[in-house]
């Protein structure tokens, strides 16, 4: 268990990966979400050493990334970007010369689309829940809401993901 006498570098290597997926999942694999990791933990590093013993710090990390992923989101709605021309489109599932590596790149990148399209309370709720371990109580705070319908969020968006191919490739099923 993580406390006030643990180094804040302990925290960030315990509590990083889940940081980040979270991050990712809120806002994209984008450099968006990498940002907001570094803004998680920038945020936190002064308040660590008067955090209370008790506090989980995985839930206090996720509740700090969930703030800048907001903050992020915003800052994103308010610039444009401006693109000469529009990115390649992947190539096809079954092009030739593919390799493992690429095929499985690509699967992973059809299921952040799929994770991606669902709508926001759902991806939100599978993301707080399942990549950032968060209860029920905590989601519903975070989303606005109750508990009950923070969890019917995460059970939609993971009916909905279960019935996407990526994720039923993904998943083995």
């Known amino acids: ?3 006030t006498h643990t180094p804040f570098e ?10 980040l997926r979270v991050c ?4 994209g694999p984008h450099a968006d979400a990498d940002d907001a990791w570094s803004e998680t933990f920038l945020s936190a590093m002064p308040a660590w050493p008067k955090l209370p013993e008790s506090t989980n710090v995985e839930a206090w990390l996720v509740r700090i990334a969930h703030r ?10 308010r610039q444009a970007v401006p693109v000469e021309h529009l990115p390649e ?5 079954g ?6 590596s690429d095929a499985r790149s690509a699967e992973r ?3 952040w689309s799929a994770v991606g399209d669902l709508p926001e ?5 599978i993301a707080y829940r399942y990549l950032g371990s968060l209860p029920y109580d905590d989601i519903a705070e975070l989303l606005g809401g109750t508990a009950a319908a923070a969890r019917r969020s995460a059970a939609d968006g993971l009916q909905s993901l279960r019935r996407h191919p990526a994720f039923r490739d993904h998943d083995g099923a």
């Open 24 to 27: 990712r999942a809120v806002l």
């Open 95 to 100: 092009s030739q010369g593919r390799s493992q």
């Open 1 to 3: 268990m993580m406390n």
């Open 89 to 93: 489109t992947p190539a096809a599932a």
């Open 121 to 125: 309370k759902q991806r939100k709720a």
């Open 109 to 111: 990148h059809e299921l």
């Open 68 to 77: 800048k992923a907001i903050d992020v989101t915003r800052r994103r709605a």
């Open 10 to 19: 302990a925290a960030v290597q315990a509590h990083g990966a889940t940081v």
